[in-house]
């Protein structure tokens, strides 16, 4: 083989590793094992590989996958996430980025087994994840160890998984953040809804964490004595979440409701309907249906995440990762922010 036709990807292929350790290996970045370190120079060695003859316009592109929820026209929410990672995508000069985005149904748990496969399937450099459902992520990352191909998990982690790195919110600090405003704002004797609207409420870790912050809220130092309430809603239709809000709210006691995830416009609606201008909302998630509800105060607070700053953020450590070795922080919380009417256009800003 001609040596000014060796490329990086020619000795990866033959080392049966990444193009990252490869690159890493060459130009002496970051930790990669001995006995991987040795068989890459050898191979390298064998084909005659030279660096410096290498020309600029022959440097691998790095090829990064992010996987995450569909935007659908009723939660924007994710669109934040990848114009982060594509605002970033386009900022990198130092290296080339093969971007390429799949994404999911939030709402469906074959459709994210399949395009995680698919993921799989294009054995890229390294992933992005926005992992929704706890069982299938644990399936996805496991072949992705399995294939030495790094990952992100971004917006929620996964337990017993092994990411280089995790950038988001601290769900179950976040569950006691939103308890400390319900707290605040609600007499000590009035009863809490906690509404959950997703379907198989055990595999959404993320929520069953912010559950549990908000529990040990009271359950540390809240005033609030009167009953915490769990309501499940397994569908997303708007039907659905009138007809158990309907049931729920026969209790004449309830004075404030919480919703875990970022469908709190569905109950402000309902409540909206119904003109119960006496209850407190809080929910999660500054986008276009919530934020109409907050502007009007039915929903009265919105903790809000840092969704394009993870993005951003996540393609930065990825890609420094693969060309560079270096390995970011293992947890990188991002901070949560209190928004209500008053304060919207500061958050904007």
């Keep these: 083989m001609k040596t000014d036709k060796v490329t990086i990807k020619d000795i990866a292929n033959a080392a049966g590793v990444s193009i990252g350790t490869v690159d890493r290996v060459l130009h002496n970045r970051g930790e990669v094992a001995q006995h991987t370190r040795d068989n890459i120079l050898r ?13 600029r316009s022959e440097v691998e592109a790095i090829r990064i996958v992010a996987i995450m929820p569909m935007v659908d026209s009723e939660n924007n929410f994710w669109a934040c996430h990848r114009e982060g990672i594509e ?56 072949e992705l160890d399995r294939l030495n191909i790094p990952y992100i998990f971004i917006d929620t982690m996964i337990d017993n998984t092994n990411p280089i790195s995790f950038i988001g919110e601290d769900a179950f600090q976040s569950g006691r953040v939103a308890a400390s405003v319900v707290d605040f704002g609600i007499p000590v004797e ?30 540390d130092k809240g005033r609030n004595t009167g009953l915490k309430i769990s309501v499940e809603i397994p569908e997303t239709e708007y039907a659905m979440v009138e007809q158990k809000m309907e049931k729920v709210l026969q209790n004449a006691n309830v004075g404030a409701i919480w919703v875990s995830g970022s469908r709190s416009y569905m109950v402000a609606r309902y409540l909206e309907k119904i003109n119960r201008r006496d209850i407190i909302l809080v929910g999660y998630d500054v986008y276009d249906q919530n ?57 904007y800003n």
């Design 43 to 55: 191979i390298a060695s064998q084909l005659n590989y030279r660096a410096a003859e290498l020309p």
């Design 190 to 219: 009035r009863d809490i809804l906690m509404v959950n609207i997703a379907k198989n409420i055990g595999n959404r870790q993320h929520l069953n964490a912010r559950n549990q912050g908000f529990l040990s809220y009271f359950m």
């Design 291 to 347: 934020i109409e509800y907050l502007k009007r105060d039915i929903i009265q607070f919105l903790i809000a995440q840092q969704p394009r700053e993870q993005g951003r953020r996540s393609l930065r450590a990825i890609v420094d990762f693969i060309a560079y070795g270096r390995r970011p922080m293992q947890t990188e919380y991002q901070k949560v922010e209190i928004v209500n009417s008053e304060s919207l256009r500061f958050f």
């Design 87 to 142: 605002q970033q995508a386009a900022q990198i000069s130092d290296r080339r980025v093969d971007l390429n985005i799949i994404t999911y149904s939030i709402h469906d748990e074959a459709d994210f087994r399949i395009k995680s496969h698919n993921v799989v399937e294009m054995k890229p450099d390294g992933v992005i994840i926005a992992p929704t459902f706890s069982t299938e992520s644990l399936d996805f990352t496991r």
